[in-house]
């Protein structure tokens, strides 16, 4: 970069390395090509993988109107309740306890805490479904949307938490220190001015932790009761009796909703930040 | 960190919150120790105690499980312990998948990492944006994808056979190869995001002075990045490897009843036929031993890392 002018003519860009660019293609082949071809096929008319029937929405219209829409409708009903709560709960938990980690001084056991923290995100996931179930079991408490609830909770907080305290990081503490300085009381100095500009890190917090809810099938699979079912718990379900057309609609949903998700958060990261540089 | 803007009135921001410390984390370190942390010790408990028949525990203690993990005593229990390889080589077979895994996603994730870092500003967001959509796609949705592709009346083989390509489909589900297959693909974007991270903060007046005194491309990389991003590698490996060894849906959906995987040995427990709690307890504790001893050695990695760069 700033070193160019006294490079030796004729020399190699140190930067580039031949075949990589061929990798990196290959990289977003395998990660897009199986995806793709759903959504293409959950738009042809015919059953057939060789023919192309033409375009068709009948697949769509089976998942909201057909012979399984209403299993479908419970299991995204409880699915979206679910990952709002369970969002909404881990984001306030995460909001306050960022708070407590990086605006409340050095204490003995931030390490420790740290790693309490972080817990969820270090056990495997089929290790902490086994235990949630045992312990749920122990407790006599009843296998239904409640113990998923609580379930997706513990394990967003970590997901919540990353996104925020990154953001918190950042922010200096000179602007609450003006806040301060000029009479404001701590809880105008946090409402005010402290809040607005961790607010893209709480939503980043928000929606990662909403679409990781979304996404979880092995814990709830362990922990959700008879009867009950998420997306994921249904779709896998139905899966296991072949993949039929409608449920490449669904999965084609939602990978369109996940695709607005990204959108979405990168938005904010984007807002976000600019408001750091303007604060700059 | 929070500036350390001390201020005049003897309040400093960095510990405007100290008062009330306990307060803000307590929600979230209750929620976790209850809800985890004594969970997982209850597990290891129930690891210890004695089967009930149809799931459950009876309170007394007991060796079976572990016992029934290395060594056979017969349909009945009771000839003399005899060690076997039966759930040992579920856990070596797990192990070598999720390094192979590991291995193919550092293989293909570490370029494509290098290369988004190293575009101009403009594209860098575009082929970023484009590896975290993955990231965010519900995995089961990719693994069903995936299995919707290389099943054997899936597009690949159809398509094949329309052509004249193949006369009978290639064998790719339910075999080992899917079950790679599927971990790659599952985690590939875990090991890209990590890497591209650091080799962002990669300061390239490094691999200029390298080229300055004459290292060929290939040794400036070897000699001179690789050791300079080796923590977003490392992270990246783990982030890998971890879900890999104790993955569910891959082995599941792509590798069918024969190729069983940790995941699958730990759900049988519970929720198929086997039905024996404390031996499924038994398992998930080995699995959480090895996935610790992994997170340890990172741990120790950073720590080091950290003393060295001062």
Redesign the interface.
């Known amino acids: ?3 160019e002018w006294r ?2 003519s004729g ?2 860009n ?4 031949p ?3 061929h ?2 293609i ?3 082949i ?6 793709l ?2 959504a293409i ?1 959950s738009f042809n008319a015919s059953t057939s ?2 023919l192309w029937g033409g375009f068709s929405l009948q697949w769509y219209e089976e998942v909201f109107f057909g012979l399984e829409s209403d299993k479908f409708k419970a299991a995204a009903w409880n699915s979206f309740t679910i990952a709002i709560s369970a969002a909404t709960v881990s984001t ?3 909001t ?2 960022a ?7 050095e ?1 003995r056991g931030r390490p420790l ?1 740290f790693a ?2 972080n ?2 995100l ?7 479904a ?6 749920f ?2 407790i006599n408490f009843e296998r239904g949307i409640g113990t998923i609830l ?2 997706h ?3 967003c ?1 970590p997901f919540a ?1 990353l996104p925020i305290a990154a953001r918190l ?1 950042g922010i ?3 602007y ?2 003006a806040a ?2 000029l009479y404001a009381t ?1 809880w105008q ?1 946090f409402r005010l001015v402290l809040f607005p500009l961790m607010a893209p890190g709480i939503l980043s917090g928000f929606l990662l932790a909403f ?1 990781i809810s ?2 979880d ?2 814990i709830t ?2 922990v959700k009761g008879a009867g009950i079912e998420t997306l ?1 718990t249904a ?2 379900g139905a ?1 296991k009796q072949g ?1 039929k057309p409608n ?2 609609a669904i ?1 084609t949903l ?2 369109v909703l ?2 607005l ?2 959108t979405l958060s ?1 938005m904010i990261g984007r807002m976000g930040t600019e408001v750091k540089e303007t604060a700059k | 960190m929070a500036g350390g803007a001390t201020g005049t009135g003897g309040h400093s921001v960095s510990t405007a919150y100290a008062a009330l410390r306990t307060w803000l984390l307590a929600p979230s370190w209750i929620t976790i120790a209850i809800f985890m942390l004594g969970p997982v010790l209850l597990m290891a408990i129930y690891s210890v105690l004695t089967k009930e028949f149809r799931g459950g525990v009876i309170w007394e203690f007991s060796l079976a499980s572990y016992d029934q993990f290395f060594f056979d005593r017969g349909l009945f229990g009771d000839e003399p312990p005899k060690f076997h390889w039966t759930y040992l080589a579920i856990y070596i077979r797990s192990f070598v998948q999720a390094s192979v895994a590991t291995v193919l996603c550092l293989v293909i994730g570490f370029p494509t990492a290098y290369f988004i870092a190293t575009r101009p500003a403009s594209t860098r967001m575009v082929w970023l944006f484009l590896v975290t959509i993955p990231y965010w796609v519900n995995l089961l949705i990719r693994t069903v994808s995936m299995k919707f592709l290389i099943r054997d009346t899936g597009p690949i083989n159809e398509w094949l056979i329309a052509f004249g390509v193949l006369d009978t489909p290639i064998k790719m589900i339910n075999t080992d190869f899917a079950v790679q297959l599927g971990l790659f693909y599952s985690y590939l974007p875990f090991m890209v995001l990590p890497i591209y991270a650091a080799v962002e903060r990669y300061d390239f007046a490094l691999s200029e002075a390298a080229a300055d005194l004459y290292a060929s491309r290939w040794t400036t990389l070897w000699l001179v990045l690789l050791p300079a991003v080796k923590p977003g590698i490392i992270a990246g490996c783990i982030l890998v490897f971890v879900p890999s060894l104790g993955a569910f849906l891959a082995p599941d959906l792509l590798g069918g009843a024969k190729n069983f995987m940790i995941g699958s040995l730990i759900e049988e427990q519970f929720k198929g036929a086997a039905g024996n709690w404390p031996f499924g307890a038994a398992c998930a504790m080995v699995l959480l031993t090895m996935v610790l001893l992994a997170v340890f050695f990172y741990a120790r990695q950073q720590a080091k890392v950290a003393r060295s760069g001062g």
């Open positions: 970069m700033s070193f490079k030796p020399r190699f140190v930067r580039r390395y075949g990589f660019v990798l990196a290959f990289c977003l395998i990660l897009y090509a199986p995806l071809i759903v096929y993988i060789t306030c938990f995460a306050s306890a708070l407590g980690m990086l605006r409340a001084g204490f805490s309490l923290i817990l969820p270090m056990v495997p996931e089929i290790v902490t086994v235990a949630t179930l045992i312990f079991n122990w609580v379930a909770i513990v394990f907080i938490y990081e200096s503490g000179i609450e220190q301060l300085d701590r100095a679409i979304l996404d099938f092995i699979n362990f994921p779709i896998f899966v993949i449920i490449m999965s939602l990978l996940s695709f998700f990204v990168w």
